[in-house]
């Protein structure tokens, strides 16, 4: 019997493989469960997916844009060059100006951690599993190139790490100590940041 076009079938498998690690953590992965998970026989997982290791690194990398996207997605720190606009929140481009990058990362973040507790806590489980799993050590590290990319836009790269530096150890003190986002706080942290720590 042929085998029936499926196009979708290994998208469906990586979001099991999600549904799987959000349940039982990533000890609960395995071929076996993924696939009962995504309704697919074995053979599907182990065709798409030759270890487990691949399979984590595209559960990473799927989840690993959700930040990222969200500042591809603002207006406020869209466009090339440097720092740009007055030393208010926003140039008349609508781009964010020095003392305005501190407030729209903090306006992001805020959005982010409005979401659902679970996806983040389930995306920084898989980013901290690189510490024991070196092939995922290069995907996790995608994110963090690629937000310092976009920030470089606004300001220089240095900073621009610092900022994603600190924008991770937020993130990973709210989720670990069960504490409610403190946007004030992370902004005057933010800010100092931009502001070369005066």
């Known amino acids: 019997m042929a085998r029936r076009y499926d196009p979708g079938r290994r998208e469906r498998i990586v979001d099991a493989a999600l549904r799987v690690i959000a349940a039982d953590g990533i000890a609960g992965l395995s071929h076996r469960t993924v696939a009962a998970e995504a309704d697919v026989p074995l053979g599907s997982t182990t065709y798409h997916f030759g270890s487990l290791d691949e399979l984590l690194v595209a559960a990473l990398r799927r989840y690993n844009d959700n930040f990222v996207r969200e500042l591809r997605g603002s207006q406020a720190l869209a466009g090339p060059g440097g720092v740009s606009g007055p030393t208010g ?56 190139e690629e937000a310092v990319e976009l920030l470089s836009r606004r300001t220089d790269r240095e900073t621009a790490r610092a900022l994603v530096a600190l924008m991770d150890g937020v993130c990973l003190q709210v989720l670990l100590t069960g504490g409610a986002f403190d946007a004030p706080r992370t902004r005057e942290m933010l800010g100092r940041i931009v502001d070369g720590g005066g």
């Open 89 to 144: 929140p926003a140039g008349p481009d609508g781009r964010a100006g020095p003392a305005g990058l501190a407030e729209e990362l903090t306006r992001l973040l805020g959005r982010w951690f409005a979401g659902e507790r679970g996806a983040i806590e389930l995306e920084y489980e898989l980013y901290l599993a690189a510490l024991r799993r070196p092939v995922l050590r290069p995907v996790a590290a995608e994110w963090t």
